[in-house]
């Protein structure tokens, strides 16, 4: 609150915080008795929320330094607090009393209870279990190496909350390690032409890091003899043993064999490969990429009608992609992807093809792919879409009244304009345009009036070439239709729900705007697949149904914030594709995602429930794209 001027809901503080709004008031009531001392307080003024009234900057800054520093184990919310608890159960490798972790967060045991249920469910992604002892208290199971990639991803997503590498958490003899290790492996890799991008770097600086506390700490790996010799024969193994001869020379701490296993692993996992040797079929001898990259083409031909398999360049990237991502199944391996959230914003259209294009893949294990996984999938196909536009390049036909001249300088025009969309372009008289041989011509462009009609679209410019003759000439190179969304929303498809869960939700939708129950188990089956939850109480699920003629957006605002997953959503967006893709459905999707980034448009949506303003907001929208 102190970083914001306008009122806020007890709604989205109690969203934000996983509480109830009841308790959210408790709290502010709470607080302004103890700011009554600083000349500051929160004001609550119904039905518009609540606002901190600042008149003594310096006693409420002072005031709120105490606060943050009166106690080290101070927690600022539910999810910190269960990354404390894992990080702190990973680390200790002994019995500990649940009455010392509840002291030392000042948390009850039934709120503590409630932690341990994402503690398990953070655990048993790695295949490590919780286990409880009466008189002992509780510790975490399973292979060392397990515990290293769950404290990797810990820490991992510590840093990706902030913007520096390696961040503010680790004091100076930690900070000098890393250091260390980073440049390390900068050397190493530098030296043996091994390419990794940015954050799989900082992945395997983390990785050598949590190994090194843990090997200092008597927790050594286990690996078979069969396993060390398998692994023995890739090529990161011999990058992996200079790793950790720099290592024993530079910070003194032995990697023995097991420990060189891992960081070829490791190694594996996250470089990017660029091309297929020998080195890469040991490692996959039982892994059938093409095939896995044909499935996944397939899946999105049959269910968006986009057809993909004359894209030579997307079949190379999945390939190559697939190779390390074999690895990082087989083995456990978490590459996190911080840029998840934007490409599931930004990317809507890509992050759901790239769903399809996954739901048969099963990881080594039998699970699904992770968030992370698919969202590096998406980039992938998000190309493929923008090669897709491009590739389906146009022959253009000028015609000007005045002369070759003037037709030749048209012709420049558009060249320098849309190079990359036109194949080719010719140019005619008047005259020759009579028996002019149209068959590979796609579009007709005049200076003058055309008194005939001919066989192909047709557009007549000035020879200047006008702003409204640049939109008229656009509209037929990139395929565009003339676009307005409100073609897409109808006020029956904008709706309101009392609904309090997800099933209820989507049963609501389907009944009241869809009429066809068929549709509501298939919504609710995707959203199991992957999360469709986004920021600012958004959630945005999407439907491709050949048996729907038209294309169009269903908005369901909810009366109060519901838990949908693991977010609170207040906002349900389900666009229904029932058209083969074009421009128009991007350019649908386009304005999708400036409305629910927005956080000021999602919050006019939510309080005024109504469709004239909805569209209002496109229409501010579309001015800002300049559609």
Same mark, same amino acid.
């Given at each position: 609150?102190?970083?914001?001027? #306008?009122? $806020?809901?007890? @709604? /989205? *503080?109690?969203?934000?915080?996983? !509480? =109830?709004?009841?308790?959210?008031?408790?709290?502010? %009531?709470?607080?302004?008795?103890?700011?009554?001392?600083?000349?500051?307080?929160?004001?609550?003024?119904?039905?518009?929320?609540?606002?901190?009234?600042?008149?003594?900057?310096?006693?409420?800054?002072?005031?709120?330094?105490?606060?943050?520093?009166?106690?080290?184990?101070?927690?600022?919310?539910?999810?910190?607090?269960?990354?404390?608890?894992?990080?702190?159960?990973?680390?200790?490798? #002994?019995? $500990?009393?649940? @009455? /010392? *972790?509840?002291?030392?967060?000042? !948390? =009850?045991?039934?709120?503590?209870?409630?932690?341990? %249920?994402?503690?398990?469910?953070?655990?048993?992604?790695?295949?490590?279990?919780?286990?409880?002892?009466?008189?002992?208290?509780?510790?975490?199971?399973?292979?060392?190496?397990?515990?290293?990639?769950?404290?990797?991803?810990?820490?991992?997503?510590?840093?990706?909350?902030?913007?520096?590498?390696?961040?503010?958490?680790?004091?100076?003899?930690?900070?000098?390690?890393?250091?260390?290790? #980073?440049?390390?492996?900068?050397?190493? *890799?530098?030296?043996?032409?091994?390419?990794?991008?940015?954050?799989?770097?900082?992945?395997?600086?983390?990785?050598?890091?949590?190994?090194?506390?843990?090997?200092?700490?008597?927790?050594?790996?286990?690996?078979?003899?069969?396993?060390?010799?398998?692994?023995?024969?890739?090529?990161?193994?011999?990058?992996?043993?200079?790793?950790?001869?720099?290592?024993?020379?530079?910070?003194?701490?032995?990697?023995?064999?097991?420990?060189?296993?891992?960081?070829?692993?490791?190694?594996?996992?996250?470089?990017?490969?660029?091309?297929?040797?020998?080195?890469?079929?040991?490692?996959?001898?039982?892994?059938?990429?093409?095939?896995?990259?044909?499935?996944?083409?397939?899946?999105?031909?049959?269910?968006?009608?986009?057809?993909?398999?004359?894209?030579?360049?997307?079949?190379?990237?999945?390939?190559?992609?697939?190779?390390?991502?074999?690895?990082?199944?087989?083995?456990?391996?978490?590459?996190?992807?911080?840029?998840?959230?934007?490409?599931?914003?930004?990317?809507?259209?890509?992050?759901?093809?790239?769903?399809?294009?996954?739901?048969?893949?099963?990881?080594?294990?039998?699970?699904?792919?992770?968030?992370?996984?698919?969202?590096?999938?998406?980039?992938?196909?998000?190309?493929?879409?923008?090669?897709?536009?491009?590739?389906?390049?146009?022959?253009?036909?000028?015609?000007?009244?005045?002369?070759?001249?003037?037709?030749?300088?048209?012709?420049?025009?558009?060249?320098?304009?849309?190079?990359?969309?036109?194949?080719?372009?010719?140019?005619?008289?008047?005259?020759?345009?009579?028996?002019?041989?149209?068959?590979?011509?796609?579009?007709?462009?005049?200076?003058?009036?055309?008194?005939?009609?001919?066989?192909?679209?047709?557009?007549?410019?000035?020879?200047?070439?006008?702003?409204?003759?640049?939109?008229?000439?656009?509209?037929?190179?990139?395929?565009?239709?003339?676009?307005?969304?409100?073609?897409?929303?109808?006020?029956?498809?904008?709706?309101?729900?009392?609904?309090?869960?997800?099933?209820?939700?989507?049963?609501?939708?389907?009944?009241?705007?869809?009429?066809?129950?068929?549709?509501?188990?298939?919504?609710?089956?995707?959203?199991?697949?992957?999360?469709?939850?986004?920021?600012?109480?958004?959630?945005?699920?999407?439907?491709?149904?050949?048996?729907?003629?038209?294309?169009?957006?269903?908005?369901?605002?909810?009366?109060?914030?519901?838990?949908?997953?693991?977010?609170?959503?207040?906002?349900?967006?389900?666009?229904?594709?029932?058209?083969?893709?074009?421009?128009?459905?991007?350019?649908?999707?386009?304005?999708?995602?400036?409305?629910?980034?927005?956080?000021?448009?999602?919050?006019?949506?939510?309080?005024?429930?109504?469709?004239?303003?909805?569209?209002?907001?496109?229409?501010?929208?579309?001015?800002?794209?300049?559609?």
């Amino acid at each position: 609150m102190k970083d914001r001027e #306008e009122y $806020v809901t007890s @709604e /989205t *503080l109690s969203a934000l915080n996983n !509480v =109830s709004s009841k308790t959210i008031l408790k709290d502010i %009531k709470s607080l302004n008795e103890d700011l009554k001392h600083t000349d500051n307080f929160i004001e609550v003024v119904p039905s518009m929320g609540l606002k901190l009234v600042v008149n003594d900057i310096e006693k409420l800054v002072n005031f709120y330094n105490s606060i943050n520093h009166s106690n080290k184990f101070l927690i600022q919310g539910v999810v910190e607090r269960e990354e404390w608890i894992l990080n702190y159960l990973l680390e200790s490798n #002994e019995w $500990v009393k649940v @009455e /010392t *972790l509840c002291h030392k967060l000042y !948390v =009850s045991q039934s709120v503590f209870s409630q932690n341990l %249920k994402f503690v398990r469910r953070a655990l048993r992604k790695y295949d490590l279990t919780l286990s409880q002892k009466p008189h002992y208290g509780i510790k975490v199971d399973g292979r060392e190496f397990n515990k290293r990639l769950c404290l990797a991803e810990i820490q991992i997503s510590r840093i990706y909350q902030i913007e520096e590498f390696p961040g503010t958490h680790y004091d100076a003899e930690e900070l000098y390690s890393i250091k260390k290790i #980073e440049n390390i492996v900068d050397r190493i *890799l530098t030296q043996f032409k091994i390419s990794m991008s940015e954050v799989s770097v900082q992945n395997f600086v983390i990785q050598i890091f949590i190994s090194l506390k843990r090997i200092k700490s008597g927790m050594f790996l286990k690996s078979s003899n069969d396993m060390v010799l398998d692994i023995a024969h890739w090529r990161e193994s011999v990058v992996a043993v200079e790793i950790a001869k720099m290592i024993n020379e530079e910070l003194g701490v032995e990697m023995r064999d097991q420990e060189i296993v891992s960081l070829s692993i490791h190694l594996a996992a996250k470089r990017i490969i660029r091309e297929t040797d020998e080195s890469i079929h040991k490692i996959i001898e039982d892994f059938d990429v093409p095939a896995l990259v044909n499935n996944m083409i397939n899946n999105i031909k049959k269910k968006w009608q986009l057809d993909f398999t004359q894209d030579n360049e997307l079949y190379t990237q999945l390939e190559l992609h697939l190779i390390p991502l074999e690895v990082r199944s087989r083995y456990n391996v978490v590459l996190r992807n911080p840029l998840i959230d934007q490409i599931k914003q930004q990317n809507i259209l890509s992050y759901q093809m790239a769903v399809t294009a996954c739901e048969n893949f099963y990881d080594y294990h039998g699970n699904r792919l992770s968030e992370d996984e698919i969202g590096y999938i998406a980039l992938h196909i998000n190309l493929a879409l923008l090669r897709k536009q491009i590739n389906n390049k146009k022959n253009v036909l000028i015609v000007s009244g005045i002369g070759r001249g003037t037709a030749h300088t048209l012709a420049y025009k558009l060249k320098d304009i849309y190079g990359k969309y036109i194949n080719e372009i010719k140019t005619t008289d008047y005259i020759g345009l009579n028996n002019y041989n149209f068959s590979d011509i796609n579009l007709l462009i005049s200076s003058m009036p055309l008194k005939n009609k001919y066989p192909v679209n047709t557009v007549e410019v000035n020879y200047f070439l006008k702003e409204h003759d640049i939109k008229q000439i656009e509209k037929y190179i990139l395929n565009q239709k003339a676009f307005n969304i409100k073609n897409y929303l109808h006020k029956n498809l904008c709706i309101y729900s009392k609904a309090k869960n997800k099933e209820d939700v989507i049963s609501y939708i389907i009944r009241n705007a869809i009429d066809d129950n068929g549709l509501s188990q298939i919504i609710i089956n995707s959203d199991e697949v992957v999360s469709n939850e986004l920021d600012n109480l958004v959630v945005m699920l999407s439907l491709n149904c050949v048996s729907q003629s038209k294309t169009r957006v269903i908005i369901c605002v909810l009366s109060k914030p519901i838990l949908w997953c693991e977010k609170r959503i207040q906002l349900v967006i389900l666009p229904i594709i029932g058209e083969p893709i074009d421009s128009s459905t991007l350019k649908l999707f386009k304005e999708l995602t400036c409305l629910i980034q927005d956080p000021i448009f999602v919050k006019r949506v939510i309080r005024h429930k109504s469709f004239e303003e909805i569209l209002k907001i496109f229409d501010e929208i579309e001015v800002s794209l300049e559609i």
